[in-house]
């Protein structure tokens, strides 16, 4: 059983910064990537960033230069500092691990208020 417990989420103005950190436990071989969705209403999900084991990230377009995902091996933690948050970011933020099968965290809102 594989589990993702998500913090961080909450309100905040355009322009101020949130961290959003989520904590897998459980049994697992190994993590091969580790990283942030995010679904707002009526629109699908979408990446946001994720980070692989080596090291190596990828961003979305829309919050390179805003948002840095990191990672903390050993406690199996991987974090997204958001900065210069716009209302367009508004969504809940989904936490994401590949063992290789993939697992999903319950979700953390996130509202940017103008």
């Known amino acids: 059983q594989v589990q993702l417990v998500e913090s961080g989420g909450g309100l905040v103005q355009a322009g101020g910064s949130l961290r959003l950190s989520c904590a897998a436990s459980?049994?697992?071989?190994?993590?091969?990537?580790m990283g942030w969705y995010r679904q707002a209403p009526g629109k699908q999900r979408e990446l946001v960033a994720i980070?692989?084991?080596?090291?190596?990230?990828r961003y979305a377009e829309s919050v390179k230069g805003r948002f840095t995902i990191s990672r903390d091996n050993a406690k199996n933690t991987v974090y997204l500092q958001m900065n210069s948050l716009k209302p367009d970011d508004t969504a809940v933020y989904y936490c994401?691990?590949?063992?290789?099968?993939?697992?999903w965290g319950q979700g953390t809102q996130v509202t940017v208020s103008s």
């Open positions: 980070i692989r084991s080596g090291g190596s990230t």
């Open positions: 459980g049994t697992f071989f190994s993590i091969n990537v």
């Open positions: 994401y691990l590949n063992t290789p099968y993939d697992f």
